[in-house]
């Protein structure tokens, strides 16, 4: 099983819809947990941490945790073909995974016009 | 804020050559950098996590002697792809977090990453 685990898509939506992308983990000890996109050719950017059980809201991106279910998940509303892109969940681990950042293998976005 | 440099963006030399790549926290201090190495359409690789004032901890499978890694500052760490060949080709890209060593809630802040392109 894989550390962290996503699905690699490609994700498509139309343009206004939500797109939703999952990942789960493995370390029960997580504690942080981030969401990154990155487009082709580029490097990740940061937009999403949440630490806490329940949703994070920041604009149009909700982050949801669950820790009991190691669950993690982003919502993309009123999807813009900008957002097309691969998105990579990363998860703090705990003291088994020696506290280390693990990346998922990142869902691909394409949101249609 | 947390903003990353790295330089340069885009390299190509001969094979054979040495090539520097330079990441600097602007912003903050970075405890840990790490480097990252991407193929086209596939997911990062981590290659080393480099604490500043110690030697830098390699994945399995990097060669430490052809990727040498110098963490000198806390806003500072250089990789130097010895003795490039055509298959160290890749997209490199560094990172930095200003959490202190061990357990951590600090996310990782990305520079723009190096084309590496050697003929």
């Known amino acids: 099983q894989k550390e962290v685990e996503q699905n690699s898509g490609p994700l498509s939506v139309p343009e206004g819809a939500i797109a939703s992308l999952n990942c789960t983990y493995s370390d029960r000890g997580s504690q942080s947990f981030f969401w990154y996109r990155q487009y082709s050719g580029k490097s990740p950017e940061l937009i999403m941490s949440?630490?806490?059980?329940g949703d994070k809201e920041d604009g149009r991106f909700t982050a949801q945790l669950n820790k009991a279910s190691q669950y993690v998940s982003l919502l993309i509303r009123d999807s813009q073909p900008s957002d097309s892109a691969t998105y990579l969940c990363a998860v703090n681990g705990g003291r088994g995974g020696g506290f280390k950042t693990i990346f998922g293998a990142g869902t691909r976005l394409f949101v249609k016009a | 804020g947390a903003v990353v440099s790295q330089h340069p963006s885009w390299v190509i030399c001969k094979s054979g050559t040495s090539v520097k790549i330079e990441c600097r926290s602007l912003d903050f201090q970075a405890t840990t950098m790490f480097w990252y190495r991407q193929f086209p359409k596939q997911s990062l690789m981590l290659m080393a996590t480099?604490?500043?004032?110690?030697?830098?901890?390699?994945e399995q499978g990097v060669e430490k002697d052809k990727f040498l890694i110098n963490h000198a500052s806390l806003t500072l760490s250089t990789l130097t792809v010895t003795s490039a060949h055509p298959e160290d080709s890749s997209f490199y890209i560094c990172s930095a977090s200003a959490g202190v060593r061990g357990p951590s809630n600090q996310p990782q802040h990305f520079g723009d990453g190096t084309r590496l392109s050697i003929l």
């Open positions: 480099s604490n500043e004032g110690s030697k830098a901890t390699y």
């Open positions: 949440i630490y806490s059980n």
